[in-house]
């Protein structure tokens, strides 16, 4: 006889779907041996502050772990530098006070990235907004990580999916292409690494299928993941996720 299969339907709050994907870096087998045996470096952004809690088993002032973000307000804006906090840096699981350029210096093969994006197209390409005119944390970390073979991970939320193409979207906008922009003008950078969503997170702390069925509901980041499995890992995967929304309240 076969192993039972089941299904469900799961609506994340925008706090428990950033718990949930922050678990899932956690979780990931590349991240899991860099954090034994080399450098982890956990960027700043409002979904990393999570990943930031999950690798070193401490709370993070969230609020100042943001960089650039999206207000309802303000529009694209960005923290200025003195009100930011450090971003998280951990050698061989420990916590370390390294700045930038200590960082570009032991960064090698077999490290890790954690970098943020804003944005993910039908094909998985990510793509970052730029309002630096050096490019920000991308400009600094990004191009040395590829060079050497550091692994990047992306965490980010599937509320975050777009019906365009992010190497379209590289080709059009730009800072000095706008005439008006609501907040900072931006550019657009597509970031090559490992996306981790809700949907890989399912799968790598569950063992089964995650979809994105659809986003945004009255507090303007839900996502509705279908699961697919057998039947005990679903049941236990809806179970925790049920209590990851009541545990998570709002941050920002």
Known sequence: MGTEKAKAVMVLSPWASRRLIAKGVAAYPPVRRALEEGLVVVSLGTTNAYVAEELCGEPVDKAR??????????????????????????????????????????????DVLIKGANVIDPQGICGVFASSPTGGTVGRFVAAAIARGVEIVIPLSRSKSIHGSVPDLVHRLGIGRLRHASGDPIGIYPLVGTPITETEAVRLLYGVSAEHLGSCGLQGGEVVLLLEGESGAVERAFSELVELNRGETRTF
């Open 65 to 110: 772990y943001r960089a650039g973000y999206i207000d309802a307000w303000d529009g694209l804006c960005a923290l200025p530098a003195a009100e930011r906090a450090r971003p998280v840096v951990l050698h061989r699981g420990r916590r370390v006070d390294w700045g930038p350029e200590e960082i570009l210096e032991r960064l090698s093969a077999g």
